[in-house]
């Protein structure tokens, strides 16, 4: 077993090892599960939160275990550097993967378990949510903070950024961090990296205004193209959803 535990939680190693091993049978299971199953567990006074991943196809297993660094693996990484520029994540724990000579098999990652009073999905669903246009406009400086620390979170999705309220306004946690890169960002890339958060256009709108002002950018040159991405990326969304319930009904 391939494995790395974070300074912080080496010293309860075998604790969260034998907490693993009853991951089955045990643990409150958070959402719904489709892919990957997510499991919260007690550690002692803390909480922690295991994600176990499918199992990848036949070609992937080989690639995990040869070429490319596994989900698990990177979520750990890219939680460890957002924490080291002071991005909000919950704490990595650690994480682990079963393998043999020629095959990947299970991997997990562990993380602290972060108590939060919404996810941005709750400001798509729910135009009246208090303070939802202070909250719009904050996140929009968090994801542009994102861009200039050499950030593309490309998961950046309504279930994937956890909100807490706090004294001094609102903190943001990123989750299912697998998928980033580290790079100098252009101005499209920027932009697009809003465009699956929300169908909206006065969500978008609010957004825009907050990166022109932040920017510098004229508010219609960032609204244009904030909006524009957005329709595009909903209109094959909605194409990609309804080809997979024709498969279905066939």
């Known amino acids: 077993m391939k494995k790395?535990?974070?300074?912080?939680?080496?010293p309860q190693e075998k604790e969260i090892l034998k907490i693993l091993g009853s991951f089955e049978n045990k643990g409150q299971p958070l959402g719904k599960g489709d892919r990957n199953v997510i499991k919260v567990f007690p550690l002692g006074n803390e909480t922690i939160n295991i994600k176990s991943f499918k199992v990848p196809n036949l070609i992937n297993k080989v690639v995990y275990n040869f070429f490319r660094k596994s989900k698990a693996e990177r979520s750990f990484l890219n939680a460890s550097y957002l924490l080291k520029h002071?991005?909000?994540?919950?704490?990595?724990?650690?994480?682990?993967?079963?393998?043999?000579?020629?095959?990947?098999g299970k991997s997990y990652y562990i993380s602290e378990?972060?108590?939060?009073?919404?996810?941005?999905r709750e400001l798509v669903e729910n135009p009246d949510y208090p303070e939802r246009e202070t909250i719009l406009r904050q996140f929009t400086a968090f994801t542009h903070n994102l861009h200039e620390n050499r950030i593309l979170f490309k998961d950046h999705s309504p279930g994937n950024t956890l909100i807490k309220k706090t004294e001094n306004g609102f903190k943001f946690y990123l989750v299912d961090l697998n998928r980033m890169d580290f790079k100098d960002l252009t101005f499209h890339e920027r932009i697009k990296n809003f465009s699956r958060l929300s169908p909206h256009k006065e969500m978008v709108a609010i957004m825009s205004d907050e990166y022109a002002k932040i920017t510098g950018q004229p508010y219609e040159k960032v609204f244009g193209l904030m909006w524009g991405l957005t329709e595009k990326f909903q209109m094959k969304f909605y194409r990609k959803k309804?080809?997979?319930?024709?498969?279905?009904?066939?």
């Not at 790395?4 to 080496?10: L, T």
């Not at 378990?113 to 941005?120: G, K, P, R």
């Not at 997979?244 to 009904?249: A, C, D, E, S, V």
Request: hydrophobic share 35%; glycine share 2%; proline share 7%.
């Open 4 to 10: 790395q535990f974070s300074e912080k939680y080496k």
């Open 86 to 104: 002071n991005i909000g994540t919950p704490y990595p724990v650690a994480f682990l993967e079963q393998d043999n000579p020629v095959f990947f």
């Open 113 to 120: 378990h972060q108590a939060v009073d919404l996810t941005y």
């Open 242 to 250: 309804k080809l997979k319930q024709k498969l279905k009904l066939k």
